[in-house]
Nanobody, 125 residues
Framework: VQLVESGGGLVQAGESLRLSCAAS????????IGWFRQAPGKEREGVGC????????YYADSVKGRFTIYSDNAKNTVYLQMNNLKSEDTAVYYC???????????????????WGQGTQVTVSS
């Protein structure tokens, strides 16, 4: 299993950014993918996740209405569209996949077995 994030960068507050997570090594359309972030000195937190089987997404309250997760099964890629970015969104963003599907806590990093290397997102105010 391999997950590769891309698309991070430096933006100003209020701007948008789209992250990509390219997946390989498993049956993508039967899987779920989660997005997480970790700011310096803070614990890794769940941003949202998507079931590639059903196309349904679930979001943390902190990003609901600003972030959108969607997948392109033909490209084995999941996207995280981030709009109206705030300085508190600054973090390293990771995508991850669970081995046996989503558990009871879809935004807990402990539910995920495979991780990408992360991509830095910096929002200047």
């Amino acid at each position: 299993v391999q997950l590769v994030e891309s698309g991070g960068g430096l933006v100003q507050a209020g701007e948008s950014l789209r992250l990509s997570c390219a997946a390989s090594g498993f049956t993508f359309e039967d899987s779920g993918i989660g997005w997480f972030r970790q700011a310096p000195g803070k614990e890794r937190e769940g941003v949202g996740c998507i079931s590639n089987s059903y196309g349904s997404a679930y979001y943390a309250d902190s990003v609901k209405g600003r972030f959108t997760i969607y997948s392109d099964n033909a490209k084995n890629t999941v996207y995280l569209q981030m709009n109206n970015l705030k300085s508190e969104d600054t973090a390293v963003y990771y995508c991850a996949a669970p081995l046996d599907g989503f558990g009871s806590s879809r935004l807990s990093p402990y539910e995920y077995d495979f991780w990408g290397q992360g991509t830095q997102v910096t929002v200047s105010s």
